[in-house]
């Protein structure tokens, strides 16, 4: 499967815990966008990453967000001390170059439920 | 801040009908702008997207047209079909994308 990856597909959470979402970009991609969708809204943006940079994170929370993108492995969005409104579903993009117009790739999403 | 908006939550068309999706943005920067389909439990696929130097592209039944004066464009299914029901994302791109916050077709046979 040559598309993006990510996991878990649901991840059950209680409210103080850490969320740990993981997406594998398109082979050949080096560009990582994060996306949040809450029930009944559209896609907010999030975070835009390149590998081991952080390019533009002016939609993330100030507090407990954060996003990496490593030289090796999968980027990683984290949420500390999760809470009710985190939950959400949350889908990864991949493009090969930034300024890419022919349309993002996105991946299936992790929905994430806090209890 | 929404620099990207689709004001109609839902759409319903007869099958064979036109469907219209609208979207204004208000980012004048925006260079590309791009439609995409959303079924559920899966992530949006990529559709169709025109340049801000044009203001019509077409690709089989769909056909996207842009209003620069305006900041508006839209997008025109004909003919509809049931297969086409979903939720379409308008999204505009400088440096990254940004999205409004959907349409949910509805095509009734």
């Known amino acids: 499967n040559a598309g993006v990856m990510q996991n878990p597909r649901h991840l059950v959470r209680r409210r103080g815990q850490e969320a740990r979402l993981r997406c594998s970009p398109m082979?050949?991609?080096?560009?990582v966008y994060w996306y949040r969708q809450l029930p009944e809204e559209g896609l907010k943006f999030m975070v835009y990453?390149?590998?081991?940079?952080?390019?533009?994170e002016s939609g993330m929370p100030k507090e407990r967000f954060s996003a990496e993108f490593p030289k090796e492995g999968p980027s990683i969005l984290r949420i500390q001390q999760v809470v009710r409104g985190d939950s959400a579903a949350y889908f990864c993009?991949?493009?090969?170059?930034?300024?890419?117009?022919?349309?993002?790739?996105f991946g299936s999403g992790t929905r994430l439920t806090v209890v | 801040d929404q620099q990207v908006k689709q004001n109609s939550p839902s759409l319903s068309v007869q099958e064979g009908r036109i469907s219209i999706l609208n979207c204004d943005y208000t980012n004048s920067m925006f260079d590309y702008f791009l439609w995409y389909k959303k079924y559920p439990a899966e992530g949006p696929t990529f559709l169709i997207s025109?340049?801000?130097?044009?203001d019509k592209n077409e690709d089989g039944r769909f056909t996207v047209f842009l209003n620069k004066s305006a900041k508006h464009l839209s997008l025109h299914i004909v003919p509809s079909q049931p297969g086409d029901s979903a939720v379409y994302f308008c999204a505009a791109s400088e440096a990254d994308m940004r999205f409004g916050a959907g349409t949910r077709l509805t095509v009734k046979p």
């Open positions: 025109i340049s801000s130097i044009k």
């Open positions: 082979k050949g991609h080096s560009h």
């Open positions: 993009a991949s493009s090969p170059r930034q300024g890419w117009h022919y349309g993002y790739t």
């Open positions: 990453l390149q590998k081991e940079n952080i390019i533009d």
